[in-house]
């Protein structure tokens, strides 16, 4: 079983639907949680940060972390074309090794005009 | 604040010839720094990580190599480039501290001839 389990997609939906990104983690000793957005051909860029459970909301995103259930969510509201990205989910806080992340592989989305 | 840079954006280079790829980071002290590969669908592959001048981690054994000769430059090396060296190579920094999200440069895409 891999660490983080992202579905790869690719996601279009409309322009201004809620978007929802999901990750599962197996380690229940991870305790960070992150979210990344990757335009093509550029790396990504850290979009959310969090280690509790419970929402955490930045404009139109919000992070989701259900450390029971072992899964975290980004939505995205009033989608924009400008959205239109790969999103990576990243985790931390193993009982070693906590200078490094382990990544989801990454989820595709287009947002439709 | 705090910059990234990773030269060059675009490398081509013919099997068997040498390859070095130059980060720096800009704003910062003590950086941890990483080495990644990035192939399509497959997510993130870390291949080296650095806490301090000097120290390197390989993640995966191949045929590439890191070095950190000042606190705030990473290089990626190779002596012999394979075929199977190609990629999208991302180079990223975060904070000297356990958990702590990366932020990653704008990556080099090699291409092996």
């Known amino acids: 079983q891999k660490e983080v389990e992202q579905d790869p997609g690719p996601l279009s939906v409309p322009e201004g639907a809620i978007v929802s990104l999901n990750c599962t983690y197996s380690n229940s000793a991870f305790q960070y949680f992150m979210w990344y957005r990757q335009y093509s051909r550029k790396g990504p860029e850290l979009l959310m940060y969090t280690y509790s459970s419970g929402n955490k909301e930045d404009g139109r995103f919000t992070a989701q972390v259900d450390k029971s259930s072992k899964y975290i969510s980004l939505f995205i509201r009033d989608s924009q074309p400008s959205d239109s990205a790969t999103y990576l989910c990243?985790?931390?806080?193993?009982?070693?090794?906590?200078?490094?992340?382990?990544f989801g592989t990454g989820t595709r989305l287009t947002i439709i005009p | 604040s705090q910059t990234i840079h990773q030269w060059p954006a675009t490398l081509v280079q013919p099997v068997g010839s040498p390859l070095s790829l130059e980060c720096t980071v800009e704003?910062?002290?003590?950086?941890?720094l990483y080495w990644y590969r990035q192939a399509a669908g497959r997510g993130l592959q870390l291949l080296f990580y650095?806490?301090?001048?000097?120290?390197i981690s390989s993640e995966v054994p191949q045929n590439l190599s890191a070095s950190r000769p000042q606190d705030r430059q990473f290089i990626l090396s190779s002596k012999k480039l394979l075929l199977s060296d190609s990629g999208f190579y991302l180079c990223a920094w975060s904070r000297g501290l356990p958990n702590m999200p990366q932020h990653f440069g704008d990556g080099t895409r090699l291409s092996i001839l």
């Open positions: 990243a985790i931390s806080g193993s009982n070693f090794g906590n200078e490094k992340l382990t």
């Open positions: 704003g910062t002290s003590n950086p941890n």
């Open positions: 650095s806490v301090g001048i000097g120290q």
